[in-house]
């Protein structure tokens, strides 16, 4: 059965661990409203990294909101995830969407996520 949990053990922490995504990203997956960078991690599952700025969303209630969102997706499909660090991103504001449409949208970037990552260890061997 999975866990369904969301330990230390599945989270960016430190800001060098941000860093490092953001500086040598092994691929980069777009989506209209979201970005997700990914980076080979030394885990043995994936974490998530989250960089929601005031400056896309100024309210703290959207901010967190969106967050909340994105952490539970990420615990339903972390199972199915490779090990990557994955750190996502605003490209754009989110007033628009409903919480559903968002759902949508973060579940379409993990299947890239995992569908990129099996393409470059393919092309490796």
């Given at each position: ?6 330990p ?10 941000f860093?490092?995504?953001f500086?040598q ?17 030394d ?7 989250m ?30 995830l490779?090990?990557l ?6 490209k754009?504001t ?23 990552r ?8």
């Open positions: 059965m999975t866990k369904y949990c969301y230390k053990a599945k989270r960016l922490l430190k800001p060098a661990e860093k490092s995504v500086n990203p092994l691929f980069k997956v777009h989506q209209t409203h979201f970005m997700a960078f990914a980076y080979d991690a885990q043995d599952q994936a974490r998530l990294g960089a929601i700025t005031k400056k896309r969303i100024p309210t703290a209630v959207a901010r967190n909101t969106i967050k909340r969102i994105l952490r539970e997706q990420f615990r339903h499909k972390h199972s199915g490779p090990a660090d994955i750190v996502f991103i605003l754009k989110t007033k628009e969407l409903s919480n559903d449409q968002m759902r949508e949208e973060i579940d379409d970037l993990l299947v890239k996520i995992t569908a990129k099996r393409r470059i260890l393919a092309t490796s061997n």
